[in-house]
T-cell receptor, first 111, second 114 residues
Framework: QQQVKQSPQSLIVQKGGISIINCAYE??????FPWYQQFPGKGPALLIA?????SEKKEGRFTTSFNKSAKQFSLHIMDSQPGDSATYFC??????????FGDGTTLTVKP | DSGVTQTPKHLITATGQRVTLRCSPR?????VYWYQQSLDQGLQFLIQYYNGEERAKGNILERFSAQQFPDLHSELNLSSLELGDSALYFC?????????????FGDGTRLSIL
């Protein structure tokens, strides 16, 4: 059963634009919501993460927002650059270690 | 560089065979996680070890087993291999045993079953 639904599956954005990726979850036991960036041939790398007691967290051009009532969280990439072209995964973890990942979003930033 | 080392990078074998994938966690990390990434199923959590003990289990097949050794490195054993086991296998590590901590991923082992 898919517990974390990620959308869109793919995204094309012009350089300088805003990239937005959304995730929705079902299990209210999740208490940690990280975002990972993966380049071809590499493992996922932690980009930013948020916990349910925070509504928004920003690190540079990357912002993640959390809506507990809607059971949704999102990633915004401001001023998107060609170097941001990668696959992005959202994930959700329960206490005790088990993580569930979304299916990924392939982002292409056109120059 | 995440500090997590996985070997080998590529592995080609035949159906019915057995292979062992190895992972060395980041210095200071006590937890090791194993994931399977295939084209049609994304990243699937397999199993977690913390300081040598199994801590959480995901969608790991009975043909697969793992262990974490006293030096904290971990091995994932895959036996009676099937074509559908072809995938990228990632190891990640974190400091503690709770899920709400950053996980640092290695660059994976690509397993191809012929």
């Amino acid at each position: 059963q898919q517990q974390v639904k990620q959308s869109p599956q793919s995204l094309i954005v012009q350089k300088g634009g805003i990239s937005i990726i959304n995730c929705a979850y079902e299990n209210t036991a999740f208490d940690y919501f990280p975002w990972y960036q993966q380049f071809p041939g590499k493992g996922p790398a932690l980009l930013i993460a948020i916990r349910p007691d925070v509504s928004e967290k920003k690190e540079g051009r990357f912002t993640t927002s959390f809506n507990k009532s809607a059971k949704q969280f999102s990633l915004h990439i401001m001023d998107s650059q060609p170097g941001d072209s990668a696959t992005y995964f959202c994930a959700a973890s329960i206490p005790g270690g088990k993580s569930t990942f979304g299916d990924g979003t392939t982002l292409t930033v056109k120059p | 560089d995440s500090g997590v080392t996985q070997t080998p990078k590529h592995l080609i074998t035949a159906t019915g065979q057995r292979v062992t994938l190895r992972c060395s966690p980041r210095s200071g990390d006590l937890s090791v996680y194993w994931y399977q990434q295939s084209l049609d199923q994304g990243l699937q959590f397999l199993i977690q070890y913390y300081n040598g003990e199994e801590r959480a289990k995901g969608n790991i097949l009975e043909r697969f087993s793992a262990q974490q050794f006293p030096d904290l490195h971990s091995e994932l054993n895959l036996s009676s291999l099937e074509l559908g086991d072809s995938a990228l296998y990632f190891c990640a590590s974190s400091v503690g045993d709770e899920g709400n901590q950053p996980q640092h991923f290695g660059d994976g082992t690509r397993l191809s079953i012929l």
